[in-house]
């Protein structure tokens, strides 16, 4: 298996060295770095020039490409064009905010999904399973900024009219209140609360038919009959025999959604201004900054590789009749 | 097999040989289908008798191994159930009983050995633990020692390198391996009552025969009764005692091994018979084959119901189903068992011309 792994990673440079010159040139057609400084009605056009020249930006595409990718590679990201900081800080902030709204959601996502899997499996066409199975549709079908919207106005501003409290039982915006020394968990979870839970309705959704279609094939496995015929309990053949079994797709599953979830919360934290890789991105792509463009594609992209590649040998790990030599 | 058995079986009085353990009566089993509801099963009786092996035969959707997993009630919880008749173990109906009570006697008491053992062991767990797990199951054992049992059964039915084999996954193991694995199983508890649904029929035939020695010796070995079904004709001959022959969902036929081969009473044990080819046979002769399809069994004939492809069908075969008759000790189903001139040699038309001269008279 540690063959296997160097392998997969030896093959995903180069895959990665061709998405890098895609987003280069996706980055460059897309962003003008002078864009932000066009804003400014006194920028004289010899300015435009000299910040052009400053950034290189005059010399050809492909020595531009080489530059760029060389301090790429070294771990030279470079200062922001606009915020004028350290991209490798930038991102780094950035990721740990949108690692822990993702995996607070997918942990929470998890549990309830499979929880609503199980119980819809074994009580199949029963009246929760139908309720559960609508829901889910409706879920799956809802987009995120809806959902999010309504978390906002519900849980935000209608529940505090409600109670008629001086703040909002769930914070709408940020990830802490402004201000706030140190850590504070009660603060924290009353800002994670309306994201995650914009987030968990969709993985809600999805995990619970996954767990449940994958159950009900299980327990309709010769195995299980096996199982019950050896007289042991029937709680003992839902558990050992079905729920370990028919986690092994979901586990690896949730796996490669970690991955997806590092570039793909845009919308979410937009919408709650939870300062992650989502709000930087769209920050960036509006400023022209393609500074910050560049390394944060490439490192949503190496997400996706990586989460993959664990979810295979989590899979390995967990199904003994996969093996990858 | 050298391996001396410890005696994990509690202190159980097994009843004298001969004597009724298992007595299934008027059995009906039906599934829930879209097309409408199956009737699997449609009145089987038979009985069981301690330390003998009967043999179910007959073709493939013909109630055999519905009928198995009525016993234990392991028919798929949703579609299937048992619409009527009982089945008594001892004289206690297990039709009744809830999936708790059942528990007490499945595995220990009556133990089953599935068709295919690739999927019918769990793919994600060693064949060890899946043996110790039925142990722990029913007696008060460590962990530990129910392993080593596990092993040690292992090694009994002939699994070579038992203590590092018990370790591998059941994908691990060949086609023949396997089934040994679900037979030691089976045999963990030396049940009283050991059910093997079609056991040899993924295997290639010189296992299948290593496999029936195993079932057989075992079989022999813990005093266990065995309902073997299958539909190879050559197995039943070889280890049977007594066999039952099932046609759509109904038993037709049931008599010692060596008089159904020597005097079957039923037009469809006849036909079975032929079909099976035959070392002594004349080179170049067709096998015989018997014509047409076994009728639905959502909507099954209303008489006889092998009467569609019976050469000898009568207008009362297609009206009234016949009563089960017990001639020279067999039991059979159909109008005519009890005719003198009634045996495969009779030839349809002068049947035809007997029964209109008696009927003249």
Redesign the interface.
């Known amino acids: 298996m540690v063959r296997y792994t160097v392998r997969r990673i030896f093959i995903t440079i180069p895959i990665l060295l061709v998405m890098s010159v895609l987003t280069f040139m996706g980055a460059r057609a897309v962003a003008s770095p002078e864009a932000a400084l066009r804003f400014n009605p006194r920028v004289r056009p010899e300015d435009i020039a000299r910040y052009r020249e400053q950034l290189g930006l005059d010399d050809s595409e492909f020595v531009q490409y080489t530059r760029w990718l060389g301090k790429f590679i070294t771990g030279d990201l470079g200062n922001s064009l606009v915020a004028r900081r350290p991209v490798g800080e930038m991102l780094a902030e950035a990721l740990r905010n949108t690692m822990v709204l993702a995996i607070v959601a997918l942990t929470v996502s998890l549990l309830i999904g499979v929880l609503i899997g199980i119980i819809a499996a074994v009580r199949?066409?029963s009246w929760f399973d139908y309720t559960t199975t609508g829901l889910s549709l409706l879920g799956i079908a809802t987009p995120v900024f809806l959902v999010g919207l309504m978390l906002q106005l519900v849980l935000g501003v209608y529940l505090q009219r409600w109670l008629n409290t001086s703040e909002p039982i769930f914070y709408t915006a940020g990830m802490t209140s402004p201000g706030t020394q140190g850590f504070d968990l009660m603060d924290r979870l009353r800002h994670i609360a309306l994201p995650a839970t914009a987030l968990a309705v969709q993985l809600i959704a999805v995990y619970s038919r996954y767990m449940r279609a994958s159950l009900l094939e299980v327990l309709?496995?010769?195995?299980i009959?096996?199982?019950?015929?050896?007289?042991?309990?029937?709680r003992?053949v839902l558990t050992?025999?079905g729920v370990?079994?028919a986690l092994?797709p979901l586990t690896t599953q949730a796996a490669i959604d970690i991955g997806l979830l590092v570039g793909g919360l845009i919308i979410t934290e937009v919408i709650f201004a939870w300062p992650g890789m989502g709000t930087l991105f769209l920050q960036a792509l509006f400023d022209g900054d393609y500074v910050v463009i560049l390394p944060w594609l490439m490192i949503t992209a190496a997400a996706v590789f990586i989460a993959n590649l664990i979810a295979d040998l989590l899979y390995a790990v967990?199904?003994?009749?996969i093996r990858y030599a | 097999m050298s391996v001396e058995i410890i005696d994990f079986s509690v202190e159980r009085k097994r009843p004298p040989r001969g004597s009724t353990i298992l007595e299934v009566r008027d059995l009906h089993t039906q599934f829930d289908t879209e097309q409408g509801i199956v009737h699997a099963v449609a009145g089987v009786s038979f009985e069981l008798k301690a330390g003998e092996t009967l043999a179910i035969v007959g073709e493939s959707g013909c109630g055999k191994t519905v009928t198995a997993l009525s016993i234990l009630g392991l028919l798929p919880h949703r579609q299937g159930r048992i619409a009527g008749g009982q089945i008594l173990f001892h004289g206690e109906d297990l039709v009744p009983m809830t999936t708790k009570q059942l528990n007490t006697v499945r595995g220990d008491r009556i133990a089953m050995i599935f068709q295919d053992a690739l999927t019918a062991l769990n793919p994600v767990y060693r064949v060890g633990s899946q043996i110790a797990e039925m142990i722990r199951a029913h007696r008060d054992v460590t962990k530990q020692e129910a392993y080593e049992r596990a092993v040690e059964l292992l090694d009994l039915v002939g699994i070579p390198n038992a203590p590092r084999r018990a370790q591998d996954f059941v994908h691990q193991f060949s086609g023949g391996m396997r089934q040994r694995a679900m037979i030691a199983m089976a045999i963990a508890l030396e049940p009283e009552i050991l059910i093997a649904d079609e056991p040899t029929t993924a295997l290639d035939v010189t296992v299948q025969a290593q496999i029936l020695d195993v079932v057989q010796e075992i079989g022999e070995r813990m005093d266990m009764s065995i309902i073997l079904i299958t539909h190879d004709l050559g197995v039943v001959a070889r280890i049977a005692d007594r066999v039952m022959v099932m046609y759509a969902g109904r038993h037709i036929e049931a008599a010692d091994t060596h008089d159904i081969y020597h005097a079957a009473k039923h037009p469809y044990t006849w036909g079975l018979l032929e079909s099976m080819p035959r070392v002594d046979a004349e080179t170049g002769k067709q096998l015989h084959q018997i014509g047409g399809a076994p009728p639905s069994l959502i909507d099954p004939p209303r008489g006889c119901r092998f009467a569609p492809r019976c050469a000898y069908v009568q207008p009362i075969c297609e009206t009234d189903y016949p009563e089960p008759q017990v001639v020279d000790g067999s039991s059979v189903v159909c109008h005519f068992a009890a005719r003198p001139d009634w045996t495969a040699d009779l030839d349809p038309t002068e049947l035809r011309a007997s029964l209109t001269r008696e009927g003249g008279s």
């Open positions: 199949q066409n309709n496995s010769d195995y009959r096996t199982a019950r015929s050896k007289g042991i309990s029937e003992r050992k025999h370990r079994t092994i967990l199904d003994p009749r």
